[in-house]
Each structure stands twice: as C-alpha cells, then as structure tokens.
C-alpha cells in the first residue's frame, strides 16, 4: 500500500506565496508520475499539475500557468508545489495523487492513490 500525506497549506494574502508538499511512505516503486488537484467549496474537483518520473515533463491546468511550479524529489519521495502570486479563486483542498505508470495526466481516475488533502486559503 502507498500513503500519501500532504503538507504546507494554509492561510495566505493574495499575491502571496506558499508551498506544498507531498510525501509518499508505503510500497516502494519506481516510475510513477505525480499530481496535484484541488477542490473549492461547492465546485468540482479539477487538475492542477502533474510530473513525470524523471521531473522533465510536467503540465499544467491554463488557470495556474506561469504561477504555480511542480517539482520533485525521488531521493526524498516527495512533490512539491510552489504557488505564486495566490488569487483569492485559488482557495481549496489541495490534493496529491501518485499513478503506477509514469506519463503526466490530467485525468483524475488515471491516478492510484491520494491523499487526504491539504487546506488553502487565500485572502482578498
């Protein structure tokens, strides 16, 4: 079994800055890709970022584009994501996932595991 645990979520001012991070304990395997997503009260859930085994492909939902940077540690077994310049319409549980096979999607059933989230909160 995998677990996944989020970390670094909180309360911020818009413009501001935070990272989280993600750390996988579990069953140990290799070539996985990673992904973040969030859910807003209310709304659906949506795809964030995603990273490839390697760190050299990632992909990015149009909304967090040029703001928010994936990145990861396989050394350490943990995915980061930075999120600059925070808008108000970023608030929401932020979720990482871990998927079995190792090309970044978007596609929410195409991932493995999750975790229980962690809370963003963005000021005006």
């Known amino acids: 079994q995998v677990q996944l645990v989020e970390s670094g979520g909180g309360l911020v001012q818009a413009g501001g800055s935070l990272r989280v991070s993600c750390a996988r304990s579990g069953r140990i395997f290799r070539g996985y890709a990673m992904g973040w997503f969030r859910q807003a009260p209310g709304k659906e859930g949506e795809f964030v970022a995603a990273?490839?085994?390697?760190?050299?492909?990632?992909e990015y939902a149009d909304s967090v584009k040029g703001r928010f940077t994936i990145s990861r540690s396989n050394a350490k077994n943990t995915v980061f994501l930075q999120m600059n310049s925070l808008r108000p319409e970023d608030t929401a549980v932020y979720y990482c996932?871990?998927?079995?096979?190792?090309?970044?999607?978007?596609?929410?059933?195409?991932?493995?595991?999750w975790g229980q989230g962690t809370q963003v909160t963005v000021s005006s």
């Open positions: 990273i490839n085994w390697s760190g050299h492909s990632t």
């Open positions: 996932a871990a998927r079995l096979l190792s090309g970044v999607t978007t596609r929410e059933y195409e991932y493995d595991y």
